[in-house]
C-alpha cells in the first residue's frame, strides 16, 4: 500500500481537522438559544435544497454534516494547491497565514455562498455572532489547514 503525498495528508487533516472545530464551534453557540445540533445541520442541507430541508428527516442531517466536512475540505485543497504550487510562502508562516485564510473564508462564506444559496439569510447576523464567526474561521478553521499545511506538504 502506498503513502499518501504529503499534500494530499496535509489537505486531508487540514479538511477534516477545520471541519470539526468549525462544526462543533456551531453546535456549542447555538446551544444556549435552544437550537439542536440536528437543527443547525439541516439548516446546511438547506443551503442547497432549500427550506423544506428543514423539516426532513435524519437523511437531511446527514447531507448538512456531508456538505459542511465537503466544504471544508475544498477550503483546505485550496490553501494546499496555493501553497504548494503558487504561493510557498504560506507555508513559512502558518500562523499568519491559516488564519487570515479563515478570515477570507468567512467573507467569502457570508458575501456569497449564504446569498447565493437556496435558503438566504432572512436577515443581518448579529454583531456577537459576527465577531464570534470571524474569531472561530481565523483560529478553529484556518490555522488548523494552515498548521496541517506546514507539517505536511513542505518540501524536505
Known sequence: ?????????????GGLTAGTFDILSAFLSW?????????ILKGIAAGLLGKGA???????????LFLHFAIAMAAA????LA??????????????????????MFGVMNAV????????PQRPPEPTHVLLGLFVHA??????????????????
Open 1 to 13: 500500500m502506498s503513502r499518501l503525498s504529503g499534500p494530499v495528508t496535509a489537505m486531508i487533516v
Open 31 to 39: 446551544a444556549p438559544r435552544g437550537v439542536a445540533p440536528v437543527r
Open 54 to 64: 428543514l423539516s426532513g428527516g435524519a437523511g437531511m442531517a446527514v447531507l448538512g
Open 77 to 80: 485543497v485550496v490553501f494546499v
Open 83 to 104: 501553497a504548494t504550487r503558487v504561493l510557498p510562502q504560506l507555508l513559512e508562516r502558518p500562523l499568519v497565514w491559516g488564519p487570515l485564510f479563515g478570515l477570507a
Open 113 to 120: 455562498v449564504l446569498p447565493l444559496s437556496a435558503n438566504p
Open 139 to 156: 483560529l478553529a478553521f484556518g490555522l488548523p489547514i494552515g498548521l496541517a499545511a506546514w507539517r505536511f506538504a513542505r518540501q524536505p
